[in-house]
């Protein structure tokens, strides 16, 4: 584990000397990467279990650690940012950790300030949480939960059901209650996003979690700011939780979007607005695209994705799903939208989404 120093003038994810450059190629699984470096595909370890779509893009920049294989890995890399611009997301979910401790550490956390870290890893109940932090005689149990999901304005976690997260919560709010002192950090990787909510689309058990956990445990939004060379820089932001948008949006209506891959026939999408927006997408998995004009075959697959909204904005959503699509087809009342390539591999659409499930949630705001 990486040795945490107080008053460091500069925090670095990784050792300059050791980054190398790569594109993105594929996922082939959870924690596994193709991307081609000077050339050559080479195969790198994920050390983030989350969707990451947003970021997984075709082409994508990543920086990765060339760390060595050994009898237990067949990699030599290890996937630990992607780079957006000037800017980089940092992805290595452990490293994540050490960076809230280095903050924690030299009081540049808003809300944190004077706690010190008296232990990592600290078991408590039934869960073991990443932080013991220790204050005039005071203990504070914190978890660290890294948020790589975020539009303009709004960063959301998780971004993938997270039941280990779910339970970190709960056991926290169960121990609060106990009268212990405990908190959760996300910290945000990047700068950009002012606000802060959990993930209702994705995950509403986790939502609904932390939003019941809100009085007892203290909720730290954190966004953070890392350049091309992997240092923190700027100053960390607390973002506030608007909780009114969640409220008001947490219910089960929304919208549906089903991505079918139908091997030669192409790749097919479809949308649907629904009051039963768990069931309906339940039932849209286990169909697996049979509805569809062309149904996946053995090779292809299905991918559901919910957008809870309290606020109908059906017809602009087929909009856009049109404006990228190849063609259409109308089958049984539903139009099929029909795509040469994934459309989940299109920057575009998959920005179109992202602003949906975020920035477009606060535009909605009376």
């Given at each position: 584990?990486k040795?945490i120093e107080?008053?460091?003038a500069?925090?670095r994810?990784a050792d300059?000397e050791?980054?190398r450059?790569a594109?993105f190629?594929?996922r082939?699984?959870?924690?596994?990467?193709?991307?081609?470096?000077?050339?050559?595909p080479?195969?790198?370890?994920l050390p983030n279990?989350g969707r990451l779509?947003?970021?997984?893009?075709?082409?994508?920049?990543?920086?990765?650690?060339?760390?060595g294989?050994?009898?237990t890995r067949?990699?030599a890399?290890?996937?630990?940012a992607?780079l957006?611009?000037?800017s980089?997301?940092?992805?290595h979910?452990?490293?994540?950790n050490?960076?809230?401790g280095?903050?924690?550490?030299?009081?540049?956390i808003p809300g944190?300030e004077?706690?010190?870290?008296k232990k990592?890893e600290?078991?408590?109940?039934?869960?073991?949480?990443d932080?013991?932090l220790?204050?005039e005689g005071?203990l504070?149990?914190l978890?660290v939960?890294?948020?790589t999901?975020f539009?303009?304005?709004?960063?959301m976690?998780?971004?993938?059901?997270?039941?280990r997260?779910r339970?970190h919560?709960?056991e926290?709010?169960?121990?609060?209650?106990?009268?212990?002192e405990?908190?959760v950090?996300?910290?945000?990787?990047?700068?950009?996003?002012?606000f802060f909510?959990?993930?209702?689309?994705?995950?509403?058990?986790?939502a609904?979690s932390l939003f019941?956990?809100?009085?007892?445990?203290?909720?730290?939004?954190i966004?953070?700011?890392w350049?091309?060379a992997l240092?923190l820089?700027?100053e960390?932001?607390?973002?506030?939780?608007p909780w009114?948008v969640?409220?008001r949006?947490?219910g089960?209506?929304?919208?549906c979007?089903v991505l079918a891959?139908?091997?030669?026939?192409?790749f097919w999408a479809?949308?649907?607005?629904?009051?039963?927006?768990s069931?309906?997408a339940?039932?849209a998995?286990?169909?697996?695209?049979?509805d569809?004009p062309?149904p996946p075959?053995e090779?292809?697959?299905v991918?559901?994705?919910?957008i809870?909204?309290?606020?109908s904005a059906?017809?602009?959503?087929?909009?856009?799903?049109?404006s990228?699509?190849a063609?259409?087809?109308i089958?049984d009342?539903?139009?099929?939208?029909?795509?040469?390539?994934?459309?989940m591999?299109?920057?575009?659409?998959?920005?179109?989404?992202?602003?949906r499930k975020t920035?477009l949630l606060l535009?909605?705001l009376p």
């Amino acid at each position: 584990m990486k040795k945490i120093e107080k008053n460091v003038a500069v925090f670095r994810a990784a050792d300059p000397e050791m980054l190398r450059r790569a594109r993105f190629i594929d996922r082939p699984n959870r924690f596994l990467v193709r991307c081609e470096l000077d050339g050559h595909p080479v195969r790198a370890f994920l050390p983030n279990p989350g969707r990451l779509w947003e970021i997984l893009l075709p082409g994508t920049e990543l920086l990765l650690a060339e760390d060595g294989g050994s009898e237990t890995r067949k990699t030599a890399f290890t996937v630990v940012a992607a780079l957006r611009g000037e800017s980089a997301v940092l992805l290595h979910t452990h490293t994540a950790n050490d960076a809230a401790g280095w903050l924690i550490r030299n009081d540049r956390i808003p809300g944190l300030e004077g706690w010190t870290v008296k232990k990592r890893e600290a078991s408590f109940g039934h869960s073991r949480f990443d932080f013991l932090l220790e204050k005039e005689g005071r203990l504070l149990l914190l978890e660290v939960k890294s948020c790589t999901l975020f539009g303009h304005e709004l960063a959301m976690f998780p971004d993938a059901p997270s039941d280990r997260g779910r339970k970190h919560v709960e056991e926290l709010w169960k121990l609060a209650g106990e009268g212990y002192e405990a908190a959760v950090l996300f910290l945000v990787q990047s700068s950009r996003p002012n606000f802060f909510l959990p993930d209702f689309h994705t995950d509403p058990k986790f939502a609904q979690s932390l939003f019941r956990a809100k009085e007892r445990l203290q909720v730290f939004p954190i966004a953070v700011e890392w350049n091309n060379a992997l240092e923190l820089t700027g100053e960390p932001k607390l973002l506030p939780v608007p909780w009114e948008v969640y409220e008001r949006h947490r219910g089960d209506e929304g919208d549906c979007l089903v991505l079918a891959d139908a091997g030669e026939n192409g790749f097919w999408a479809a949308g649907f607005r629904t009051e039963k927006l768990s069931s309906f997408a339940g039932r849209a998995l286990r169909r697996r695209g049979k509805d569809f004009p062309f149904p996946p075959g053995e090779d292809g697959g299905v991918r559901v994705i919910s957008i809870r909204s309290s606020c109908s904005a059906f017809q602009d959503l087929q909009n856009e799903i049109s404006s990228f699509a190849a063609g259409e087809i109308i089958k049984d009342g539903t139009r099929y939208y029909a795509f040469k390539e994934p459309p989940m591999k299109n920057a575009g659409f998959v920005e179109m989404l992202l602003r949906r499930k975020t920035d477009l949630l606060l535009e909605r705001l009376p």
